[in-house]
């Protein structure tokens, strides 16, 4: 029998998960139980958990296939690829700035992460917390009308487009970081490979243009977008403790890491990412490139 018990902790997303404990090893029907929790809920959090890297994984694997980050040499952990660095300082004391506007993990790729699962080891004393917004909410908000305008719509996801990479990164960097991570298309309104629900997938951090169109003419559009999807009443804010796991669904909920603490004070987390469908598309000039 599982024990597991889900306490809302938002109205729009976001459920406490209790009577798990995710150093052992769960039974089938604990983890489909968690699943089904997941898709309803859009973000889960498991708190007093503290987890060894390996406990992370094994949790991890068991929701499905794992990416792994040494791509990103700077953030992969040098033992475990599974396992993301989001720590604010690196190795040599620089200070590291990572997903502090709205985005869906991986969303400038084809493959867009389904999910991410990340734990805290050291969190501020104040401040440094993470809200989740509910996308299936945003676009269901939105007039039938503005719905049918945005139906069969694509938008372009640029990595290079986050605006500590445009501001911090030279044009020599910002060229061949979009030459290794080519901006791909993806769909505006995505619909949901298990609940079947369309969720509105534009990201502030990521999102340039709808294809077609230029950025000038995209831009009030997307900036309308994003507004009216964080208002409020869509998100949870977590506040984090040492020894949390929280984990949340790219495919229809955003997030934003807040940058509000001291520059002096450590937080450190690690993830790992669930591998998703393909949904993402190259523009055609890259796909006939490509196929050459
Ligand atoms: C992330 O964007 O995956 C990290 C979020 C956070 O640091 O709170």
């Known amino acids: ?114 999910g991410s699962l990340l734990r805290c080891e050291e969190a501020p004393p104040a401040g440094g917390d993470t809200m989740f917004c509910n996308m299936y909410r945003a676009w269901e908000a939105l007039s039938p009308a503005y719905r049918a305008m945005l139906q069969d719509r694509w938008a372009l996801h640029d990595m290079t487009h986050a605006r500590e990479t445009r501001t911090r990164r030279s044009p020599e960097e910002l060229v061949d970081i979009r030459r290794r991570n080519p901006p791909v298309y993806q769909p505006v309104a995505r619909v949901h490979d298990e609940t079947g629900r369309t969720a509105l997938y534009v990201a502030e951090m990521t999102t340039v243009a709808f294809e077609g169109m230029s950025e000038a003419e995209s831009r009030p559009i997307l900036d309308y977008l994003f507004d009216r999807s964080v208002v409020y009443e869509n998100v949870y804010r977590h506040r984090w403790r040492p020894g949390d796991l929280v984990m949340w669904d790219n495919r229809c909920a955003m997030h934003i890491a807040l940058a509000d603490y001291g520059d002096d004070e450590r937080r450190v987390m690690y993830r790992t990412t669930l591998q998703g469908e393909p949904s993402g598309r190259l523009p055609e000039a890259e796909t006939s490139a490509a196929a050459e």
């Open 1 to 114: 029998m599982s024990n597991v018990v889900v306490k809302k902790r938002s109205s729009a997303l976001g459920a406490e998960v209790l009577g798990v404990d995710l150093r052992e090893e769960l039974s089938e029907e604990t983890v489909a139980r968690i699943r089904e929790a997941w898709l309803e809920n859009l973000v889960l959090v498991f708190r007093d958990q503290h987890l060894t890297h390996e406990q992370h994984i094994a949790f991890s694997r068991r929701l499905g296939p794992l990416e792994t980050h040494e791509s990103i040499p700077k953030f992969c952990h040098p033992d475990h690829p599974e396992i993301l660095l989001v720590t604010n300082y690196e190795n040599t004391g620089k200070k590291l700035v990572v997903g502090r506007q709205w985005h869906s993990d991986l969303s400038t790729t084809r493959r867009p992460a389904k």
